[in-house]
């Protein structure tokens, strides 16, 4: 009797520790689910329906993602970006208006200039609007300022011009109804017969994104590009990816990828890949 009511203490002292491991263990699953849940999240951008992101168009534009060699990566403060693009001088430079006109502009947007320095794009405006302007240089004098009027309202807060090598394509960041989420690169390329620009096209995927993607200049002499984007970083952060371009334009065609392969090449979730 006395070794029945001892082996029935113990037991009874026993369980709390069992219950108590049992907890431990369910809470620690829920845990690791949890973060799980959270890491595949980040990792993916289009996930939500948030005001503001185009899932839908992101979607649409994977198919036709474009093929491109990605070499390097570092991300940088957003405000010091430009000065972290290594531009050969046969490509033109970047800087910022207010360096550029020696002005004090509350919005400080950002100026292209041509290689033999006597043509420049340039994006003017304020927080709410701006827009894309071309000037020569006459003589020691630059022009009165030309607006690209071709950049409707379909094209807000315009900004970041790069003019290609072949002096006609131009690229630029815009918000608007056809940007996938904040900024979006277009191109749009020069018409001389009339003077006129031909409507901006999205560049697609994965040079855009459902972030912020500013910025995109490409050195021909060199044969580099990159991209400036806050895709997956932190407030006040950008990322610049460094590619090799490919002319003409290739995609995945040919290459039987999974839908999963080609959403994170359509993403640039791992460079290496």
């Not at 690209?148 to 315009?158: F, G, K, V, W």
């Not at 970041?160 to 002096?167: I, K, N």
């Not at 277009?186 to 855009?208: A, I, K, Q, S």
């Amino acid at each position: 009797m006395r070794k029945i009511s001892l082996a029935l203490s113990l037991l009874l002292s026993l369980c709390p520790i069992t219950e108590s491991n049992a907890q431990k263990k369910t809470n620690k699953r829920a845990v690791v689910k949890t973060a799980a849940k959270t890491q595949r999240a980040n990792a993916s951008e289009p996930t939500k329906q948030t005001s503001g992101i185009n899932v839908k168009m992101f979607e649409s534009m994977v198919p036709s993602t474009a093929k491109l060699m990605f070499i390097d990566s570092v991300v940088v403060d957003k405000k010091d970006f430009l000065q972290k693009i290594p531009l050969n001088k046969e490509s033109g430079r970047i800087t910022y208006f207010n360096s550029f006109f020696n002005a004090n502009k509350e919005v400080n947007t950002t100026v292209y200039v041509n290689e033999f320095n006597n043509r420049s794009y340039y994006a003017e405006g304020d927080s709410t609007q701006s827009s894309i302007y071309t000037i020569d240089k006459l003589g020691n004098k630059w022009s009165i300022p030309v607006k690209i009027s071709e950049l409707t309202t379909d094209y807000q807060n315009p900004d970041y011009p790069f003019l290609c090598s072949d002096g006609v394509t131009l690229f630029f960041g815009a918000k608007g109804p056809k940007s996938m989420g904040g900024y979006d690169i277009f191109m749009t390329r020069y018409n001389g017969d009339d003077g006129t620009w031909y409507e901006p096209e999205n560049y697609g995927l994965p040079y855009n994104s459902t972030a912020n993607d500013y910025l995109l200049a490409i050195d021909d002499y060199d044969q580099l590009g990159w991209l400036v984007t806050d895709r997956r970083q932190e407030e006040g952060k950008v990322c610049i990816y460094t590619f090799v371009p490919t002319s003409p334009r290739q995609n995945f065609d040919s290459d039987d990828l999974t839908n999963k392969q080609l959403n994170s090449f359509a993403r640039i979730l791992k460079i290496e890949d």
